[in-house]
């Protein structure tokens, strides 16, 4: 009986073992399937696969599915736009356990990597591509490693492009069509990016029959794919959008704009609408459509305020999250502590400020006086000449040499055109025109004129109408109100403190001056 009993018992616990071990397959299935349900999901329906997504993370307990659920996570919000909520996920430090297959941290990887160039942090998006690189060696020669590395040399060449890098970018993306010819033979999704890299690049070069090739490549492969990928699908027709704009063929532009907004909204991204919307405002303000300009104009202003805030965030999540994981990024801890030293450092500092804004403000001053002296063309004995101050020149943005000359030449052209006078030019307007971001813009204007964006505008303003009154003997009749509106101000009060913050004296002074000055060559010539 006793027998019987202990019998009985072994064959419980057996069938408890295969019942435990057959729920934790089910389990494991179960979640392998919602990944891939979410994977399917995150290019045409980004918030149904953050669900997803969010749910496999709140229940997984093993490092590989927690690492692919925070992937999914962050390439799902790269879609929507919010890439605080991408480096969060993709920068968490359970992704960091070595368990984690390789193929999950190349991934990762090149996650970081993209997160990093698209914020402007090319040295960490670089080290991120090497680590995905190294790793990749490793792997069995197979069609995901050719895709893995494919997207390593995209990664490269989308640097490449967004720095305006052209001949760089096209030189690696037909190495790449080289090295990986038979496998891009057969996977559509690789070769697609590279032909849409390739007509990037021939549009930064002005080669725009060569892009036109390339773009009518990219449609053409896009409508043969069977997967739903909206984000492409918004990407792509914005830079046909983009394209034709170049052309000048601004019908076309406008019809593959408004696709490609479609899309963008759809997915709810606001950086490509930010985009769509800055190229139809050029678009419609090039096609003399002035009404729809405005339109757009105000919806790109709008949410350019906001995905630059949200960029700044990104940027300081980033060096946190660097500082945090990173040795390279550790700050010493001794001097960490060194409280006092910090405040000796401080108090120094706080001197140095009063000491220079007093030394700046009194030599301000004094440039004034000689500003008045060079408008006039007068040489006056009671005025001592001043020697130049070197100003403390604010930090700047890395700046492509190529891209720096090009914007600085289309400002030269800016100088000598009118367009200053228009009331609606702003940081954001002239970018667009000249096809930068409001940051390259505003650094070269800071090196070069040692002006921000509004001082160089308003002391070209200001130079047109002096320009007038010193040569133009019915523009010293006029009144203020209207110079306020010939050189751009919509009043007279704006108009008058802008001129006496330049010149140092009303514009009714500095008339009256003129007319002192006319007076007194009459009497010497008479």
Same mark, same amino acid.
């Given at each position: 009986?006793?027998?019987?009993?202990?019998?009985?018992?072994?064959?419980?616990?057996?069938?408890?073992?295969?019942?435990?071990?057959?729920?934790?397959?089910?389990?494991?299935?179960?979640?392998?399937?919602?990944?891939?349900?979410?994977?399917?999901?995150?290019?045409?329906?980004?918030?149904?696969?953050?669900?997803?997504?969010?749910?496999?993370?709140?229940?997984?307990?093993?490092?590989?599915?927690?690492?692919?659920?925070?992937?999914?996570?962050?390439?799902?919000?790269?879609?929507?736009?919010?890439?605080?909520?991408?480096?969060?996920?993709?920068?968490?430090?359970?992704?960091?356990?070595?368990?984690?297959?390789?193929?999950?941290?190349?991934?990762?990887?090149?996650?970081?990597?993209?997160?990093?160039?698209?914020?402007?942090?090319?040295?960490?998006?670089?080290?991120?591509?090497?680590?995905?690189?190294?790793?990749?060696?490793?792997?069995?020669?197979?069609?995901?490693?050719?895709?893995?590395?494919?997207?390593?040399?995209?990664?490269?060449?989308?640097?490449?492009?967004?720095?305006?890098?052209?001949?760089?970018?096209?030189?690696?993306?037909?190495? #790449? %069509?080289?090295?990986?010819?038979?496998?891009?033979?057969?996977?559509?999704? @690789?070769?697609?990016? $590279? /032909? &849409?890299? +390739? !007509?990037?690049?021939?549009?930064?070069?002005?080669?725009?029959?060569?892009?036109?090739?390339?773009?009518?490549?990219?449609?053409?492969?896009?409508?043969? #794919? %069977?997967?739903?990928?909206?984000?492409?699908?918004?990407?792509?027709?914005? @830079?046909?959008?983009? $394209? /034709? &704009?170049? +052309? !000048?063929?601004?019908?076309?532009?406008?019809?593959?704009?408004?696709?490609?907004?479609?899309?963008?909204?759809?997915?709810?991204?606001?950086?490509?609408?930010? %985009?769509?919307?800055?190229?139809?405002?050029?678009?419609?303000?090039?096609?003399?459509?002035?009404?729809?300009?405005?339109?757009?104009?105000?919806?790109?202003?709008?949410?350019?305020?906001?995905?630059?805030?949200?960029?700044?965030?990104?940027?300081?999540?980033?060096?946190?999250?660097?500082?945090?994981?990173?040795?390279?990024?550790?700050?010493?801890?001794?001097?960490?502590?060194?409280?006092?030293?910090?405040?000796?450092?401080?108090?120094?500092?706080?001197?140095?400020?009063?000491?220079?804004?007093?030394?700046?403000?009194?030599?301000?001053?004094?440039?004034?006086?000689?500003?008045?002296?060079?408008?006039?063309?007068?040489?006056?004995?009671?005025?001592?000449?001043?020697?130049?101050?070197?100003?403390?020149?604010?930090?700047?943005?890395?700046?492509?040499?190529?891209?720096?000359?090009?914007?600085?030449?289309?400002?030269?052209?800016?100088?000598?055109?009118?367009?200053?006078?228009?009331?609606?030019?702003?940081?954001?307007?002239?970018?667009?025109?000249?096809?930068?971001?409001?940051?390259?813009?505003?650094?070269?204007?800071?090196?070069?004129?040692?002006?921000?964006?509004?001082?160089?505008?308003?002391?070209?303003?200001?130079?047109?109408?002096?320009?007038?009154?010193?040569?133009?003997?019915?523009?010293?009749?006029?009144?203020?109100?209207?110079?306020?509106?010939?050189?751009?101000?919509?009043?007279?009060?704006?108009?008058?403190?802008?001129?006496?913050?330049?010149?140092?004296?009303?514009?009714?002074?500095?008339?009256?001056?003129?007319?002192?000055?006319?007076?007194?060559?009459?009497?010497?010539?008479?």
């Amino acid at each position: 009986m006793a027998h019987k009993g202990s019998l009985y018992y072994k064959n419980i616990r057996s069938i408890c073992i295969w019942i435990s071990l057959i729920a934790v397959f089910f389990s494991y299935s179960q979640e392998n399937n919602l990944i891939t349900k979410a994977k399917e999901l995150v290019y045409s329906n980004p918030d149904e696969s953050l669900k997803i997504a969010d749910h496999l993370l709140s229940i997984s307990q093993e490092p590989e599915q927690i690492a692919l659920s925070n992937l999914l996570i962050a390439k799902a919000q790269i879609v929507k736009g919010d890439y605080n909520e991408a480096i969060v996920h993709a920068f968490d430090n359970r992704n960091l356990s070595e368990s984690i297959t390789k193929n999950t941290q190349i991934e990762l990887n090149l996650l970081k990597a993209q997160l990093s160039r698209s914020i402007y942090l090319d040295k960490q998006a670089k080290r991120f591509l090497e680590k995905g690189q190294l790793l990749v060696v490793s792997l069995p020669q197979n069609s995901y490693k050719d895709s893995l590395q494919c997207l390593i040399k995209l990664e490269q060449i989308n640097m490449y492009n967004e720095r305006r890098h052209s001949d760089e970018a096209i030189a690696l993306i037909e190495n #790449t %069509e080289n090295q990986f010819n038979t496998f891009l033979k057969t996977n559509t999704t @690789e070769k697609r990016a $590279l /032909y &849409l890299a +390739k !007509e990037r690049a021939y549009n930064n070069l002005t080669q725009y029959d060569s892009a036109v090739v390339y773009i009518e490549k990219t449609l053409t492969l896009l409508s043969s #794919t %069977e997967l739903n990928d909206l984000y492409q699908k918004a990407i792509i027709y914005k @830079e046909i959008g983009y $394209l /034709y &704009l170049q +052309k !000048e063929e601004f019908s076309k532009s406008e019809e593959s704009l408004l696709i490609a907004s479609r899309f963008a909204e759809i997915i709810d991204n606001p950086i490509l609408l930010m %985009e769509i919307n800055r190229d139809l405002s050029i678009c419609y303000l090039a096609s003399n459509q002035n009404t729809k300009h405005k339109i757009y104009n105000d919806k790109f202003l709008s949410l350019h305020s906001d995905v630059e805030r949200s960029e700044q965030q990104a940027v300081n999540l980033l060096y946190t999250l660097f500082s945090n994981q990173d040795k390279d990024f550790l700050m010493d801890k001794e001097q960490v502590h060194n409280n006092y030293l910090y405040l000796l450092i401080a108090g120094l500092l706080l001197v140095l400020l009063i000491g220079t804004y007093v030394i700046l403000k009194g030599e301000a001053k004094k440039k004034r006086h000689k500003e008045i002296i060079n408008y006039l063309e007068i040489v006056n004995d009671k005025y001592v000449k001043i020697k130049p101050v070197k100003k403390a020149k604010p930090k700047r943005i890395a700046l492509p040499e190529e891209t720096e000359k090009l914007i600085l030449s289309k400002l030269k052209r800016f100088e000598s055109s009118k367009k200053f006078l228009n009331k609606d030019i702003s940081l954001a307007v002239l970018a667009g025109q000249f096809d930068t971001n409001t940051k390259y813009l505003s650094s070269v204007i800071n090196k070069h004129y040692d002006d921000n964006f509004n001082t160089f505008i308003n002391k070209l303003r200001v130079n047109y109408i002096i320009d007038k009154l010193k040569n133009d003997s019915n523009y010293i009749n006029y009144k203020i109100s209207v110079l306020a509106e010939e050189s751009g101000y919509s009043s007279h009060s704006s108009f008058a403190t802008v001129f006496k913050s330049i010149i140092g004296m009303s514009p009714v002074t500095f008339i009256n001056m003129i007319q002192k000055e006319r007076k007194a060559l009459k009497k010497k010539d008479q």
